[in-house]
Structure formats: structure tokens, C-alpha cells
């Protein structure tokens, strides 16, 4: 028997503005709302379904220090190309760690700047 990932936590300053980003990036829905003002999303079989679902919490104070987590996404009906212009329309940014210029995926950061890539890939859809 194995562990499965569950659940993914992302503190963040404004959990319903990063809800309506990551439902939009990953066609999630909004599964939860809890008094404390996080939001649970997911893909729409729920928690414990297909993929992990995102716990997006809220937290006042983020420190400034190096993510040691990062998601990477990988486009499912586009090439990576439209994927990026999609993703930046919807408020993604590009994001410098140091890469050189050579690399197959492209680093962005959401609206509150957590970085992600997408890369280059594409995987059938669910």
C-alpha cells in the first residue's frame, strides 16, 4: 500500500482571488469554503478523486523566503505555446530564477507570486 497526495496547501493573502486563478489554470471548481476563509478546489469528482485538491489558506504575513514546494502544469488541449498566452492573459507573470533562456519550460508566478512552471508536454486530459 501507498501514500496518494490528498490535499495541497498554498498560504496566500487573498484565497478567493487565488481560487478564481488556480480553477481557471487547472479547470477546478470550488469544493469548500471554511469560517476561517479558505477555500478547498478541486477537480469536480471531489477530494480523494482524481487528482489532489488545493487548499488555498488565508495567512496576513507570507515570508519572503524561497518556495521549497512549486506545482508544474503541462497544457492538456493546447501546445505550450498558447498555454503560456492563456496563463498570462489570466493574470500569470514571468518569473526569473535564473534560468538560461535554453530551458523546455517556462517559470511564472500566479497574482501573489508563486512560481510554477509550465512545461512542455502535454498530457491528455481527465
Request: aromatic share 4%.
Amino acid at each position: 500500500m501507498a501514500c496518494r497526495i490528498g490535499e495541497l496547501v498554498l498560504e496566500c493573502r487573498d484565497p478567493e482571488a487565488q481560487a478564481r486563478f488556480w480553477c481557471e489554470v487547472l479547470d477546478f471548481v470550488v469544493l469548500d469554503r471554511e469560517a476561517d476563509g479558505s477555500v478547498e478546489i478541486g477537480a469536480r469528482d471531489g477530494f480523494g478523486g482524481s487528482q489532489p485538491t488545493m487548499i488555498l489558506s488565508p495567512r496576513d504575513e507570507l515570508e519572503n523566503t524561497t518556495l521549497r514546494l512549486h506545482i508544474d502544469v503541462n497544457a492538456t488541449d493546447r501546445d505550450q505555446d498558447a498555454e503560456l498566452e492563456r496563463l498570462l492573459a489570466l493574470g500569470a507573470r514571468p518569473a526569473d530564477v535564473g534560468q538560461t533562456g535554453r530551458e523546455s519550460w517556462h517559470v511564472l508566478a500566479d497574482p501573489e507570486g508563486n512560481e510554477f512552471c509550465l512545461l512542455k508536454a502535454r498530457i491528455p486530459p481527465l
